[in-house]
């Protein structure tokens, strides 16, 4: 662990390599586990705004989750997230002729109807932020789904910051960013 400003950061997200890939796990991020995707505060804004244009890019099922339980929902830790559709599958989940699980937000952005991404919290993957009074932890999040990702960004030589740099960017900075390439050129 090292101190960049008021983040601590694991050195896992300089030493291991990333890259995700879809054609082998089919986007199971989107889709397994108990929880939507974390969303920060000020992305509820942003999500309500853009609703109306991502709406045509989604399921009927993920259209029926968010109009029953709002665009983002609060959990029982107080926490932020995207709602789930039967306890499974993210909201804003959809499908390719292949199977593989998309972000139907980033269609919508991808095809030009929205300037918004996704999620920060989605773009940041693997790479997961928490928030304390004094600082921000950033560590990697290891999950078993992404055991083809570890292997193709060996594979490939990416680590980590490399691959998640511009939602790095986005989340902390240009300057922040720099700061972690000198300290990966160190290690």
């Given amino acids: 662990m090292f101190q960049l400003g008021k983040t601590i950061v ?3 997200i300089l030493k291991k390599e990333f890259v995700c890939n879809l054609s082998a796990c089919k986007g199971a991020c989107c889709v397994d ?4 995707a974390p969303v920060e505060e000020y992305e509820k804004e942003i999500m309500d705004r853009i609703y109306p244009k991502v709406k045509p890019f989604l399921r009927q099922k993920g259209i029926d989750a968010i109009e029953e339980q709002g ?7 107080g926490e932020i ?11 804003y989940v959809t499908f390719d002729d292949k199977g593989t699980a998309l972000c ?10 929205i300037d918004w991404k996704k999620p920060v919290s989605c773009h940041l993957y693997p790479v997961r932020v928490q ?14 789904i992404c055991d083809d990702a570890c292997s193709l960004g060996e594979e ?9 740099k511009e939602a790095l960017i986005r989340k902390f900075g240009e300057d922040w960013y720099a700061e972690l390439e000198k300290v990966a050129e160190k290690l």
Avoid: M
């Fill in 33 to 36: 586990g108990d929880a939507g």
């Fill in 131 to 144: 928030d304390y009074s004094e600082f921000s932890a950033v560590n990697y999040h290891q999950w078993h």
């Fill in 71 to 77: 665009r983002y929902i609060t959990n029982d830790f």
């Fill in 104 to 113: 139907g937000i980033e269609e919508a952005y991808n095809q030009g109807e």
């Fill in 81 to 91: 997230e995207t709602p789930l559709i039967d306890g499974a599958d993210c909201a």
């Fill in 156 to 164: 490939l030589g990416v680590p980590i910051y490399k691959f998640t």
């Fill in 10 to 12: 694991s050195e896992e």
